[in-house]
């Protein structure tokens, strides 16, 4: 190998192995405007997967804002079905490629990424958990840290250099999330982009930028920026959008919350842009420095999500 990467061309003479028996079962999966997946565990999900292997994935994307556990999942049933996979270097030893664990690690990427997730001093690429959070954290490193959609492929094409492996993993990644992403991509890579290039500006009530702004005028700029008009105020944008349940926001998404006086749960008065890992971008108050930054959003006033993007729709 020129360089270290995960089962590069281990994966090209090993998955089609695999594949004999995945065509057989793999259907189209619902699209997206993204092909992004994520969610919560679909039943196809919770009947496919071990349990101990979904807790791991989900765990795993935890440590990486914007990374959803539904590409680690769908990287972990092409690479060994679970572990539950025959092939050699599973569970012991490598393959041809020296290649080896449930998530096909080669040694020497094994040794710049590989994790000590359970916690007995060892990391080994052939323990599940390990291995699923060693995969975490060269996803993140390679690109899929944010959320969006490009950076994601970016990830899944550098696990290993074939399109249709990135496209077989988001298939599997598809039929396991509940809920499909339905802002990752083009609309929420903008807003988000957006947003981001106004952190570190300072607040200002009632201004839209370009040199401050307040939550609901950088919630607005931000949508604008990626061809969509929201009203503009958070009174406004709370009722406009469409609402999705916690745990199933997306990065793109609004988080509103109660802010005090005035507001109250059915009349939020403050909001942010859902970045991913459950973080966001808002303009925060006056008296904040920087006034435009990165939070985390469950917090006790926490009132809900909306996608304005789905309205359109």
């Not at 490009?150 to 993993?169: E, P």
């Not at 991509?185 to 981001?196: P, W």
């Amino acid at each position: 190998m020129v360089r270290a990467t995960v089962f590069t061309c281990a994966t090209l003479l090993a998955v089609p192995l695999l594949l004999i028996a995945l065509v057989l079962t793999v259907r189209p999966a619902p699209s997206t405007a993204s092909g992004q997946p994520d969610g919560a565990p679909s039943s196809f999900a919770r009947q496919d997967i071990p349990p101990e292997y979904l807790r791991w994935y989900m765990d795993a994307a935890r440590t990486c804002p914007g990374l959803h556990w539904s590409a680690l999942a769908g990287i972990g049933k092409v690479e060994s079905d679970h572990g539950r996979s025959r092939l050699s270097g599973i569970r012991s030893g490598h393959n041809h490629a020296g290649a080896g664990g449930p998530m096909q690690f080669l040694a020497p990427t094994w040794a710049a990424y590989g994790a000590d997730a359970n916690g007995d001093g060892h990391k080994d690429r052939y323990d599940p958990a390990d291995a699923i959070h060693g995969a975490a954290a060269y996803l993140c490193a390679t690109g899929a840290r944010g959320g969006d959609r490009s950076g994601l492929r970016k990830a899944l094409f550098t696990y290993n250099h074939a399109h249709w492996y990135v496209d077989l993993v988001l298939r599997w990644a598809a039929r396991y999330a509940a809920s499909p992403v339905a802002v990752v991509g083009g609309v929420a890579a903008k807003v988000i982009a957006y947003a981001r290039a106004q952190l570190g500006k300072p607040y200002g009530w009632g201004a839209t930028g370009p040199h401050a702004y307040d939550c609901s005028g950088l919630a607005m700029m931000a949508y604008r920026a990626a061809g969509i008009t929201i009203p503009r105020t958070t009174f406004a944008q709370w009722p406009y959008g469409v609402r999705i349940p916690k745990g199933h926001e997306q990065p793109g998404d609004l988080v509103f919350f109660n802010s005090g006086p005035g507001t109250a749960t059915d009349r939020p008065g403050h909001v942010g842009i859902v970045i991913g890992g459950g973080r966001m971008i808002n303009a925060r108050c006056t008296a904040c420095r920087p006034g435009i930054a990165i939070q985390p959003y469950d917090r006790p006033t926490l009132i809900g999500f909306t996608r304005p993007v789905a309205r359109r729709n």
